[in-house]
């Protein structure tokens, strides 16, 4: 995204004022009034509150997360169309962290720095409360970001799924965050599945024509999670898209296997159903008072053999990686 910058224009004017006095047989004297200074431009407009949560309340979310070392800026690209992600991180020190503090707004933490005040995008124009582009108050504009998907919209309450990079870190990635299930609080009878959403990147590059270089190709998709909360089981699928213009490219729907869960535990973890070699898992935990949604964040290698009008398929495995959010249904 380029930056605008928004300049604010007004007009000046300024009057002659005439007077004449006369006099008994003799001539008037004309007199200049002093010019009326022009207004003062009027001040920028105060940007609204980031918005995130409907309702916060000062909290450091509970965060799970993906992220690989490379650009980290907003407007960086990769050098090759042939380049690959590094090791797939899911330490926590690798990853975004968010909170809202008593002070009222958000702050982020990004890898190797400390929390900073989360702001609107410095290259937006009069954002609005609507806006889902943010970043770092003290960083430079395009040096880090947060991208969140305002889950909020689609009838969250107690999770959020986004983007992110930092040039300082030299690192990007994908967090789902929330406010965390408290330990007791996850049903211990019952059955509950949870749909979702899903959000991350592939490394199949493709030519940036506006900057040069090359950019990972976004993936999205849907997620269920099928938990026996008695008997302490999970089950579920993934299921992934590539972009294509108004039609995205179904790539494939992974069941889960090996999963771990245990009957009120707050987290869960397991792997997808695939022949395909590359890094391969999913981790994640319940979010809300009584494990009402779910975050979790995930990588998984996939054989890249459907395609569409501009997505062109190379039949070779490729990796990818990123992010859910999932509510419970019944």
Same mark, same amino acid.
């Given at each position: ?76 690209? !990769? ?78 309450? !107690? ?14 990635? !994908? ?92 987290? !869960? ?62």
């Amino acid at each position: 995204m380029t930056s605008r910058s928004n300049r604010w224009m007004f007009a000046a004017a300024a009057g002659l004022a005439l007077s004449a006095c006369g006099g008994s047989g003799g001539g008037g004297t004309s007199v200049a009034s002093t010019p009326t200074p022009p207004p003062p431009p009027p001040p920028p407009p105060t940007p609204p509150p980031v918005r995130i949560f409907a309702n916060p309340a000062p909290i450091e979310y509970a965060s799970v997360g993906a992220s690989v070392a490379g650009p980290g800026g907003n407007l960086d690209t !990769y050098d090759s169309k042939t380049a690959t992600f590094g090791p797939i991180s899911t330490n926590d020190g690798d990853q975004a962290h968010i909170r809202y503090n008593a002070g009222g707004y958000y702050e982020i933490e990004l890898p190797g720095a400390g929390w900073d005040q989360l702001v609107h995008y410095k290259g937006i124009v009069g954002p609005t409360s609507d806006n889902n582009y943010f970043q770092p108050q003290d960083v430079a504009m395009n040096l880090a970001f947060l991208v969140t998907t305002s889950a909020r919209d689609r009838g969250f309450t !107690y999770s959020e799924l986004g983007s992110w990079g930092s040039s300082a870190a030299s690192r990007w990635g !994908y967090v789902a965050f929330g406010i965390p299930t408290p330990e007791g609080a996850v049903p211990t009878t019952g059955s509950a599945t949870f749909q979702g959403y899903s959000a991350g990147s592939t490394d199949i590059m493709v030519a940036d024509n506006l900057y040069g270089g090359y950019f990972p190709l976004n993936v999205d998709g849907t997620v269920e999670l099928n938990f026996n909360f008695g008997a302490g089981t999970l089950g579920g699928s993934m299921t992934l898209s590539l972009p294509d213009g108004m039609n995205p490219v179904e790539i494939g729907t992974w069941a889960f296997r090996d999963t771990v869960y245990s009957a009120g535990s707050t987290t !869960y973890s397991g792997r997808f159903d695939t022949n395909a070699l590359g890094q391969n898992f999913f981790l994640g935990r319940f979010t809300g008072p009584s494990a009402e949604e779910t975050i979790g964040a995930w990588a998984l290698p996939f054989v890249f053999d459907r395609g569409g009008e501009s997505v062109t398929p190379d039949g070779q495995t490729h990796q990818a990686f990123g992010a859910w959010i999932a509510k419970r249904g019944n």
